[in-house]
Structure formats: C-alpha cells, structure tokens
C-alpha cells in the first residue's frame, strides 16, 4: 500500500531470504505452524491506519452504550448460552477489507468482527521474526497505541492471568493439538507460561473444574476461552457430552466469556453506521429486496470461517432461507488488488486487535494480523497452489 515499501520490498526480496524465515517461524514450535504464511507484510500508511482506527472507536461507541446488551438480547443462541456473562469482552477483533470506493481511492471497509481471541501470541513472535529477517525499517511496525513487544505482552498478561497463578489460568480448546491455529496455543503458553487444556481433559467436582497436571489435580480459577461454539455442535457424542460442563454453574472466569462470541458479531453490524463499515440488516427486516442483488453478500449469523456465505446473491438464494432472522445481507465491497506481487496482484484483509482490561471504560488498539489472497475469498481454502497470499501482518508507518 506503501509505494516505496512495495518497491523497496520486492527488489530485495529472495527465495532464500523466504525459506529462512519460514524455518525460524517455525522454530518456536516444529509442526506447529500449520497454515501458509505468506511471503510479504503489508505496508500501512499513517493515513489509512487512522481510518480503520476511526472506524473501530465508532463500533466502540455502541458496544460501550448503555443498551448494548438489550440491542443484542436475542443474539445468543438459547441452546449454547452460559451463565456468569461480564460486563464486556475482554477481547475484540475488527477485519477490514483494504477497498477501492466509487473514485478508485483505497479505503477500509469493515467485513466482520468478534468478540473472541485470534492470534494474540503468534504475532508477537511473528511481528519479531519479520522486522528482523527482512531488515524492515524502524518507522514501521505492527503495534498499535504506543505498545511494544514488552508492554503488549504485560497487558497480555494482566487481562488473561490476572491475579491468579499461571497453572490456574488456563487455554481451553476443543482438541487443541489439531487446531490449525495451534501455534498460537502453543505461543501462549511460551510467552505467558499458562498450559493448554482439552475439554475432555476437565474434571469437575461441585461448581469447581480441575485438569490433572503430573498426576495431580489443578483447580482452574480462569479459563482463557479458545473454543467456538458452534465447533463444539459439530464434534462427537463424547465431546459434545463433555462440553454440557460449560453450560453448568462454575466457579471460574472467562476470559472472554463465550456468549460475547454471539453480541460482537456480523449480528452487531446493522446497528453501525460509518462510512468505512457496508450497509447491513438482518434478512428478516428488508421488505423489498433490492434490484440489484449481485452487489449484495449473504451471510449466516451462526457459522465461522466463511462457511455459508454466499457471494453473488440471487433471488433463489434469498428464497432458500428458511430462517431470515439468523441472516444479514451485506452491501458487497471492492477488494482493491493492492499488493503487487512476482505473479500478479493481491488482495489483502487487516484485523485489528483490541483489548478490554478489567475496571477500563473502553477496549483499545494493540496489534493486527493481516492476510493476502489471491482467491474469491480471504481464507486458505481459496488460495491453494497459489503464492505470496497467506498469514500475515500489517506494519503501520509510526
């Protein structure tokens, strides 16, 4: 996005250069980057980046109003709601589009949100790997509100562990060593010294959870929530009969607590007017469906990693749905083919981190993870075979 930094980049860029870093991102955990990480940073100027900010303070605006819990009463679904919500999430994430509007002018739109962790760990060792294996610049970096590796990290810290002991707090996921973001587990624990638990792995006794570490029992005070619901559904009997445990009466903190999952999604988006977040509703409120459908993205509440989106609506997709309430229909943006790249230009997505420390008014910027596609969609499934797209981040000019 950066002229000069494309060009600077790509002129000095090697194969050779690109398969060490690789081997030193995947030093911290042989095996356990199982996602393509692409071969370029995307470069931000200090213009856009305020844009995107801009957008983010305005979505912070409703989350942190007065009535924020009743507009999205009816966003968690009845069958997966736990008890002992909190007051905010701790953990939000934006995703913007890098865009072409109506002038050709590049700009951020927003595509989806989450009030649920990402790869906070991971891009800290990331972010390190990549200032120093491609000689990048010190007026860039992927720090946002004056942070640092250090003091990102503390805050890190103070909002997952809090006032407990280390091997109180604990990463939950569903099967964990599967996961394709297991390099973040796995970081986590490196940087905040927290293990990893399974689902199936929880004991519980009365109101309290245990998981046996040495063959002892280890009470969980605060669980740092890894596991997506609607994964949980999809999951064996077993599992799923294990799961019911979190839908019980604990004594334990979330750290976020799952049913922000649901209030901080694509079901927040028709309540956001800005000019950097498209045109939403909820299916279930368009009287007229517009004429021209094709600029329109179809989109189920309810699923994760793009799945059930669909990208060129016609009326027959509109007539399919059989739930209108558990849907939006997004006003379609443009991704700009902004990257230039050996074999053609990329599109590229930046999310944003932010992060709601206990006893604070609003949540605030801290770092981002980028990525690069060639496909139709952001996402692996859509750029096999294909190179310089993948995991990435954003480096901001300071």
């Not at 736990?82 to 002038?103: L, T, Y």
């Not at 498209?278 to 007229?288: G, H, I, M, Q």
Request: proline share 6%.
């Amino acid at each position: 996005m950066v002229a000069l930094m494309r060009k600077w980049f790509n002129e000095n860029f090697t194969a050779e250069k690109y398969k060490a870093y690789l081997e030193k991102l995947n030093a911290i955990h042989p095996g356990g980057l199982d996602f393509r990480v692409a071969e370029t940073p995307v470069f931000v100027d200090k213009a856009f980046t305020s844009k995107m900010i801009s957008a983010c303070e305005s979505i912070v605006d409703v989350i942190t109003q007065y009535n924020f819990k009743s507009l999205t009463a009816h966003s968690v679904p009845h069958d997966i709601k736990v008890p002992g919500e909190n007051d905010h999430s701790h953990f939000i994430a934006f995703d913007f589009g890098i865009c072409e509007n109506e002038k050709g002018e590049l700009e951020p739109q927003l595509i989806e949100m989450q009030g649920f962790p990402t790869l906070f760990a991971y891009q800290v060792y990331h972010t390190e790997v990549t200032k120093k294996h491609f000689d990048i610049p010190a007026n860039y970096d992927a720090y946002l509100g004056g942070y640092n590796k250090e003091t990102y990290l503390q805050l890190l810290k103070e909002i997952i562990v809090k006032d407990v002991d280390p091997e109180n707090a604990i990463l939950l996921e569903i099967l964990p060593h599967k996961q394709k973001t297991r390099i973040d587990f796995y970081c986590t624990e490196y940087y905040l010294h927290i293990p990893i638990v399974c689902l199936t792995e929880l004991i519980k006794e009365g109101r309290k959870l245990f998981y046996l570490k040495d063959g002892k029992k280890i009470e969980v005070k605060r669980i740092y929530n890894r596991v997506i619901f609607d994964d949980l559904q999809q999951q064996s009997a077993e599992i799923q009969e294990q799961g019911k445990i979190l839908f019980e009466e604990l004594d334990v903190q979330w750290v976020p607590h799952p049913n922000w999952f649901y209030r901080i999604s694509k079901f927040t988006l028709p309540y956001i007017n800005h000019p950097y977040v498209p045109e939403t509703k909820f299916l279930s409120d368009v009287k007229k469906m517009p004429a021209d459908l094709e600029n329109y993205v179809l989109k189920p509440l309810f699923s994760f990693a793009g799945q059930g989106v669909v990208i060129d609506v016609t009326k027959e997709d509109i007539e399919k749905v059989k739930d209108p309430h558990n849907w939006i229909l997004q006003r379609k943006v443009k991704y700009a083919d902004v990257i230039k790249t050996p074999d053609g230009p990329a599109k590229a997505e930046i999310r944003i981190f932010y992060f709601w420390k206990d006893g604070e008014q609003r949540p605030i910027p801290t770092q981002n993870l980028a990525r690069i596609s060639k496909g139709k969609m952001i996402g692996v499934r859509y750029n096999k075979d294909k190179e310089w797209v993948g995991g990435s981040l954003a480096l901001f000019e300071q």
